[in-house]
């Protein structure tokens, strides 16, 4: 097995190495280590936050690249509009757990409007909903339409902007 010296600490160490035994170095027989995945932003900027931000996998240092701008998209992101797997959006948020004003996720927290399999919100729709007017398998809410609770009313408020939705005959 061929031996090379860490880019770091120049301790011998194998060229297949994934972290010098040393100093832990990621990859430590490459000479330029920049991390994994990409982190990409544009030019553009509002506020000081780039327009569009692209951020996943790990920097130089091992550290999660996070996405932070007007339109943030990564594994996790933060901004104004967001998708992301683990992120929070401003406006909206997209993804599989969302802290967001409005988010269509897997889990999907927000005050306003909640689409998913958990979704929270003044109006939240999921297989699992609490709110005020709530949609879903399992509802909880003010106004809730589920299998525990038939409410009318909520039925009605959903049928307004679902026209598939109609009362049980």
Request: glycine content about 12%; proline content about 6%.
């Amino acid at each position: 097995m061929a031996l090379v010296a860490c880019r770091e600490c120049q301790h011998d160490v194998s060229k297949v190495a994934r972290a010098c035994p040393q100093c832990g170095a990621p990859f430590p027989a490459r000479p330029i280590w920049n991390g994994t995945g990409t982190d990409w932003k544009t030019q553009t900027t509002i506020c000081g936050y780039p327009l569009i931000h692209i951020a996943f996998g790990r920097d130089a240092r091992g550290k999660l690249r996070v996405a932070k701008g007007i339109i943030a998209i990564g594994q996790f992101a933060i901004g104004l509009i967001t998708i992301a797997q683990f992120g929070i959006g401003i406006l909206f948020g997209f993804g599989q757990f969302l802290l967001a004003a409005t988010a269509v996720a897997q889990l999907a927290l927000t005050p306003v409007l909640g689409i998913g399999q958990f979704a929270t919100g003044y109006i939240a729709l999921g297989q699992v909903a609490l709110g005020y007017y709530t949609l879903g398998q399992v509802a909880y809410g003010v106004y809730a339409w589920g299998m525990n609770h038939p409410n009318p009313e909520a039925l009605a408020f959903f049928a307004r902007f679902l026209p598939f939705l109609r009362a049980p005959d």
